[in-house]
């Protein structure tokens, strides 16, 4: 699950470096507002079913939003395709070097922070270029993709989330009435099988599609390509290489591409050949090249001109998306000295036992909920990585045999090996990557000398130690140093800031403030008390008297899809919409109004485009339709229904659907909203199904909960089992600790995800939705669900009789009394309950 929170636009923005970007923000925003006018139909099905509908338990970042959406409203709606074109339609105030507008195909750039979720774009971006391949007839883009790794270490990475397809199995990325029509066989270096006829994603290391022993002068795809004989894994290359470039066209993505541009790169140039040898071979070419970085900057700091999203680290910690970075105070270190001697333990040892003090405070606090924290260490050379490590296992019995010191083994240009003689050191970075943040990591500390700067992104890590000094000639920029440790260990829990400690020498920390420059605002701590957030863990001495157990009863409510065959027309609304007349060649008109004046900063008129194809946009509304009422496997039984509706029904007459103002009109966003509207309620009406509800024979347990973090406020509560009563407002607290006191109160708990005591109910559009109460309380006498409110909304009143009916149906179950009751905020601070009993009878007797 991902932030909840974050899915809605940002208000305040960070202004980029980047003129493009900041003009591109805005014209995004308005395109969006303007339900993504111009946009294909399969886009704007994507985007809803991405944005627009419920997903249990996840929801996109914005960022993750505003990435997709800017990809496709510059390769559909604007049809900009190379930089020279972007440039001269967002920004001619910036003079542009010409070779970046010498592109082999589009190529955009999206900057985004460390750990604000660049994989799930990537992943996104595969599913629209699949299905707008599959589905619009004059698509250029691909249903191929090379998904390419600077190293084995982000290869390892993206292995997790793309081998076998689990990350489109398990995130929302494909409607479900799409899922027959996605065939896509994922192929891994060295684990390559025959290519997919309908759809492949190859995912290997760059190394692979090249030699790093070859001249530089060399076209390094045609020599892998040629005879020259070569071990297991240039034999392997071979056949990668050659099944790639059998496709006609194919979508490249490079992860950590602030590798990709030089142009004298390897790398660079690899993908030029690989362009040149589809073209070769009769094929299209690359129809797009996507390029992901935390960091895509020259050596001299400034941004690659083909950068078209920008999200600072400074958005990704306001947004609690990252950790927060703390410094240590000037008084904290202010005595710390380095000592002159060789060795690196006994120099940096004031900085290495600070980070240590911090490490065991993390320790000490987080081992109550079952985490793992890190230490970070990032020596100078491998030879001070091993003195550091002698001294810590020496020094701290808690980390003895407990360090992993690991390094990037690299070659002449500064790379990973895939040499033969390194292929068990290999073995060994790729067990540690996933070792390190599993539930089974045997480590409590890392001593690295290169793995901070990419790849190992380590969700653990809550203190870094750098002792590194940093030059332009080590190439490493401050967010890849501390981007280790940003990655959050619960992205759920919203209700936490974490943090990362960062200490380090002087330079080191000179080195990281120039992120200040990025407005990344440091917050300072003394480092010597507890960290300031909460653990809420389950207390095992208050288990047996304070326990509540929730009777599980089985769904009041079920879908039945076979129900939708006795759809009728003379069953649906007669919502007439009336027949609108275009100018030919009509065109819309977006004006872009500036973040900052407010006034009109420019107008774009483009013509407003739409779907020839009557079958196509029939299809698009019953999948659409389908989708919202989660109906899968149905489209033959309601298409004709849907065909029959828009033909004869909808604009009051018959119409011809191959009629270019009817077709128009259908794609206007009223027109499919009115339809939608009608069907979503007369489906849900014959799917949706009330039925009789049993006991299951199971029961849910409050001290089965795992523990949790908590920044938000607490109550320190004996009648319950938690450490503390994690509250979501200060009327939650005050209303626990009202429990707390009360004598005819037995027992009680807040509820919240991690108990997990939910009900389904149907929502005021007739879908279903799901409901969370706020407390459950044990009486003397009758259990007790207490939603205490302070606001209303169009949904509280079906979630108030939903859980009155399963009040009535537990009781019935399990044979104890259950009761249902609603307290409200006014009420609660006028009349000044002295018992629970009042708060019953006051209620009962509304």
Known sequence: MQNPNQTSERGKRRISASPIVNT??????????????????????????????????????????????????????????????????????????????????????????TGSGKTKVMSLAIVWAYFHKLHEPESSLSKNFLLIAPNIIVFERLKSDFADGRIFNEDPLIPPSWKQDWNVRVLLQDEFSTANPDGNIYLTNIHRLYSREQDENDNPVADLLGPKPGNAIEISSRELLHQIISHSDLLVINDEAHHVHEEDLAWYQTIQNLDSQLKERGGAGLSAQLDFSATPRRQTGTLFPQVVVDYPLAEAIEDAIVKRPILPDEKSTKDFRETPTDNAAMRYKPWIDLGVSRWQKYHELLSKIGKKPLLFVMADNTAAAKEIQNYLEETYKDLAGKILEIHTKVNRSGEISESKSNLEYLKKLRDAARMVDSDANPYHAVVSVLMLREGWDVKNVTVIVGLRPYTAEANILPEQTIGRGLRRMDARNTNWQERVDVIGTPAFEEFIRQLEKEQVEFE?????????????????????????????????????????????????????IKRKHYKENEVLNIIFIDALTKEKADEHAYRMEYSKNPEQVISFYTKIVLQQTRNTGQFSTLYPVMRDYVQNVLFGEQVDLSDKEVLKQLSEPNTQQAVYEVFSKAINDLTLVEQSVEGSGESLRASQANGFEWSGET????????????????????????LDGADDVAAYVKNNRYVHFQTEYLSHKGGMRYYFPDFIVRAKDAMFVVETKGLEDLEVARKDERMKQWCKDASRASGQSWQYLKVLEDDFKRYQFKSFEDIVTFIGGK
């Open 24 to 113: 591109l923000r805005e014209a995004v925003s308005d395109w969006r507002k303007k339900e993504y006018a111009g946009a294909s139909e399969t886009s704007k099905q994507l985007l809803h079913y991405w944005f627009e509908e419920e997903h249990p338990d996840f929801q996109y970042y914005f960022a993750q939003r505003e990435a997709i959406e800017t990809l496709i409203y510059l390769y559909e709606v604007e049809r900009l395709r190379n930089f020279f074109d972007i440039w001269r339609k967002f920004d001619t105030s910036q003079k542009i070097d010409p070779r970046a507008a010498e592109e082999v195909c589009p190529r955009y750039v999206f900057k985004m922070a």
């Open 524 to 576: 300072t701590d003394t480092m010597t008390e507890p960290p300031a957030y909460k653990v809420i863990y389950v207390e095992e001495r208050k288990v047996e008297q304070y326990d509540i157990t929730v009777p599980l009863l089985t769904p009041a409510i079920t879908r039945e899809s076979k129900n939708l065959a006795n759809l009728a027309i003379e069953k649906l609304e007669k919502k007439v």
């Open 715 to 738: 109550y320190g509560g004996e009648k319950q089992i938690f450490n503390l009563v994690a509250c979501e407002s200060n009327f939650e607290a005050r209303f626990a600790a009202f």
